[in-house]
């Protein structure tokens, strides 16, 4: 006995994982739950996919097994890929975000710090006081980016932006409940996952 079962799954020309189960009843009939997946680590939401489930005789889905997963299977390995795109272009947000937090703490920094060159003069300088309204700024966006991540359901995202408790120490106790509520919603998403 001889298939090309095998040869037509690599036609599909769509790597990624396959999980089949058969069951078959008493009349001849087969039930067969496929599930690909791509190999994509970067969401959770892809456990949600469904398998796709066949019915029919052994000749019907000899017949029409594989015209009948292309475009589910396509479908999939697409979303798969827009995710790995989304992932790398949200990692690269992360990180241009955090060399502007710190070009903005050093330009703030380099404000209150005395220059030398006035020190050697034996001039006292009195230190600049912190731009309450540049860190007001700088506080509201922050947050306005937490809770349009959060609004996402993005809570791991939106845990990374949290302003930290070291640069607003008055809003320690706003920041301490704005995380415990993003950690406890990403552990209930995580939870309907799985």
Not at 47 to 74: C, H, S, W, Y
Not at 108 to 128: F, W
Not at 129 to 142: F, H, N, S, V
Not at 180 to 185: G, T, V
Request: glycine share 4%.
């Amino acid at each position: 006995m001889t298939t090309n079962f095998f040869q037509n799954i690599i036609a599909l020309q769509v790597p990624g994982k396959w999980n089949r189960s058969i069951h078959s009843d008493e009349q001849g009939h087969l039930t067969i739950s496929a599930l690909f997946t791509a190999g994509h680590q970067a969401d959770n939401a892809t456990k949600a996919i469904p398998p796709m489930l066949l019915r029919g005789t052994a000749e019907e889905l000899d017949n029409g097994f594989f015209e009948a997963i292309m475009q589910p299977v396509e479908q999939t390995a697409g979303l798969y890929h827009n995710l790995n795109a989304y992932a790398k272009e949200l990692e690269k947000a992360k990180l241009a975000s955090k060399m502007e937090q710190d070009k903005k703490a050093k330009a703030a920094k380099a404000k209150t710090e005395p220059k030398e060159s006035e020190e050697e003069d034996g001039i006292e300088v009195s230190e600049p006081k912190p731009d309450k309204e540049a860190q007001r700024r700088a506080w509201e966006e922050a947050m306005q980016q937490v809770s349009a991540l959060d609004s996402q359901c993005l809570y791991e995202e939106a845990l990374a932006v949290l302003p930290s408790v070291t640069d607003y120490p008055d809003k320690a106790t706003e920041l301490a409940k704005k995380q415990a509520d993003l950690e406890r919603r990403r552990e209930q998403k995580k939870a309907l996952l799985f």
